[in-house]
């Protein structure tokens, strides 16, 4: 999809839950309504040059603010640290629309959630969407022992939730558990990625199959804008340079050639330009990849150049 | 525009200047012709597609039509127990629609999970409570379907494909939600000719996969219904069937009508369920001839249209009626072509 416009937001509310936890209160700043969003979504804030994702920890449907919970990593790039040292209540924060990466799967008859640590940050978003729709779940959460558990799970029903100190702790328990998952009951995983694999390991060794295990990983930030490169127009003898961040049908059309298109996905098909030179880089789902290998064709809207320049039939 | 309709758009009224005339050109082959929407794209009469949720002329009757087919067969909306918020999403999403279309007669108001919705086309102003079925008259899918005139299909996103596991499709161009329903896309899609060996159907699918709340995408579809029957359903093909044999030359003007579907894609927010709604509107071929461009893609699409795409859509046994009836009427509109002849 194209890159959704980003919103500022006003941070109107710190919490600091842990030593190494911050939580931080986001209200619009435009006035505009913020967007309701799936359970386990992520936004990612603007961290001065970097952009880190977190999940939104409160009601989906309540769009009156977000909330996200920040660990602060000492070793990290520094957005973590920004977000604890460097902001007040009152800024404002650069953010990208909800991103979807880790919905919870409708169609299961029981939730079974295991988190680590921060990990269970999207499972806080989950609970408030099963306490609106009825649906079941347990959820149970490993923190280490110095460390208090995470505030955002005051609230939630006592009886949904077990909670571990120490991964040895959870280790130990994690076959009974698997074992006594009724009918129906799909696993949902988020922590660190050691703790994920062991966990999913274990399950599929315990004969879960694999599509009633889903683990959390965050999506790519962007899609990369490209490398540039240039266009020669074999027809019309003119040649385009296509920057990084602009697409060959955008940079086409500047040049004042009409090129139909329609969806600017890679998807409809009617932007599909004729190669006479040069390799493309495909980023469409409309040629076959039969088509693909012949490489005579690229859709402009999507697809780059694997190299300096194409030679195309326009 | 051609001064001719510039003309003919100060007279004709909204059901042909707002009509989503569906050919680009002259011949029709499946595409996965979708692009951004809301988007105003203007025709030969006006234009249409600059909201989501189109209230029309029809709405009242439309509205009746489909209490009635839903009385009678209860089968025609669904809603798969896991489709629950789904439906709840598509309520939202859809009041929210229509009083961004039409502010001067409808208003929503959402605190919390409290909404309130006035809809003054019906005189009804009800309160009620998102996740609490008890709050609504029906279902809210069944319900949502007393204020749109839109058919709405819910697929669920799971295993790497979609799902049709919920629907309310009173007005079904020759296909059956209860036959389809928990069909994957790929198997619903099955009968469709031509487009399985094209690809198109996969990377269609891969393309609603990833559909984000920010942006709603649409698609128009077509076919020939006779007589302004909305419910052309498998279901009801011992009604409607047998007309296809039974048409004259005579009657093509009045009782064939261009069906055009509007489909809008929505990846709905919360449950992140795909929305799929299906608007059906129909022109009689009397008044598609007004739109003297329209009349003459028409003939030529259905003229051209290859014999499998005509039997799937329902056409084969008739279309050639349809194009005798508009060469006869553009030959008549056109006194050159008339001399020549």
């Known amino acids: 999809m194209s890159a959704p416009a980003t919103r500022m937001v006003a941070v109107a509310g710190i919490e600091e839950p842990t030593d190494e936890v911050r939580t931080l209160r986001l209200v619009s700043a435009t006035g505009e309504p913020l967007s309701p969003f799936a359970p386990g979504s992520n936004i990612e804030v603007h961290c001065g040059e970097r952009r880190n994702a977190y999940s939104l920890i409160g009601d989906p449907r309540d769009t009156s603010h977000y909330a996200i919970s920040v660990l602060r990593v000492a070793g990290g790039a520094g957005g973590s640290r920004f977000l604890h040292d460097d902001v007040r209540r009152g800024d404002l924060l650069t953010i990208s629309p909800p991103k979807s990466a880790f919905a919870p799967p409708a169609a299961a008859r029981h939730h079974l959630l295991i988190a680590a640590g921060i990990g269970v940050t999207p499972f806080l978003s989950y609970a408030r969407a099963f306490a609106r729709t009825g649906a079941s779940y347990e959820l149970h959460y490993v923190h280490r022992a110095r460390q208090d558990p995470h505030a955002g799970l005051l609230g939630l029903p006592m009886q949904a939730v077990r909670r571990y100190v120490g991964r040895e702790s959870l280790a130990a328990s994690l076959p009974e558990v698997l074992d006594g998952a009724r009918m129906g009951t799909h696993l949902s995983v988020c922590g660190p990625p050691a703790m994920i694999d062991e966990t999913l390991t274990l399950a599929r060794d315990r004969g879960w199959p694999a599509h009633r295990l889903h683990s959390e990983r965050f999506v790519g930030v962007d899609a990369p804008p490209g490398e540039p490169f240039t266009a020669r127009l074999a027809r019309s003898g003119q040649t385009i340079d296509v920057p990084t961040g602009v697409s060959l049908l955008d940079a086409v059309l500047s040049a004042g050639i009409d090129l139909p298109h329609l969806c600017r996905q890679g998807v409809c098909g009617e932007c599909k330009v004729g190669v006479l030179g040069g390799t493309p880089l495909h980023h469409d789902l409309h040629l076959s990849a039969s088509q693909r290998a012949a490489g005579d064709a690229v859709m402009a809207c999507v697809s780059r150049c694997d190299g300096d320049g194409l030679e195309l039939d326009l | ?341």
Request: aromatic share 10%; proline share 6%; hydrophobic share 45%.
């Open chain 2, 1 to 341: 525009m051609t001064p001719t309709t510039e003309r003919l758009s100060g007279t004709l009224p909204a059901r042909i200047t707002r009509y989503p005339f569906p050919f680009p050109r002259d011949a029709y082959r499946y595409t996965a012709n979708v692009q951004p929407a809301p988007n105003f794209e203007a025709t030969a009469a006006g234009g249409w597609g600059d909201v989501v949720v189109e209230v029309d002329e029809h709405y009242l009757a439309e509205l009746e039509e489909r209490e009635r087919i839903l009385e009678a067969d209860p089968d025609r909306s669904i809603t798969l127990p896991h489709m629950k918020a789904a439906a709840w999403d598509a309520v939202l999403y859809s009041l929210q629609a229509f009083a961004d279309a039409r502010p001067d007669v409808a208003r929503l108001t959402i605190d919390g999970d409290r909404v309130r919705w006035e809809n003054d086309l019906l005189e009804l102003a009800i309160e009620f409570v998102v996740g609490d079925e008890s709050t609504l008259p029906l279902d809210p899918l069944t319900w949502l379907g007393t204020q749109i005139q839109e058919d709405v299909c819910l697929l669920d996103q799971r295993d790497g494909h979609l799902w049709l596991d919920a629907g309310l499709v009173t007005f079904a161009a020759d296909w059956s939600l209860v036959f389809d329903i928990g069909m994957s896309f790929l198997e619903f899609h099955g009968p469709v000719p031509r487009v399985h060996e094209a690809g198109i159907m996969p990377a269609a699918e891969q393309f609603l996969m990833r559909l984000t709340p920010e942006q709603a995408y649409r698609r128009t579809n077509w076919t020939l219904t006779i007589d302004r029957r909305m419910d052309v359903s498998t279901e009801q093909y011992d009604v409607w069937g047998k007309d296809r044999r039974l048409l004259t030359l005579e009657e093509v003007g009045e009782r064939v009508h261009l069906r055009c579907e509007v489909q809008h894609l929505v990846r709905l927010p919360v449950s992140g369920a795909v929305m799929f709604y299906i608007r059906s509107s129909m022109l009689p071929m009397n008044e598609v001839l007004l739109v003297p461009e329209w009349a003459q893609r028409a003939r030529a699409v259905i003229a051209e249209l290859p014999e499998d795409m005509a039997d799937y859509k329902g056409i084969a046994r008739y279309r050639h009626l349809v194009v005798q009836w508009l060469d006869e009427q553009l030959d008549d509109a056109d006194p050159a072509a008339a001399a020549a002849a």
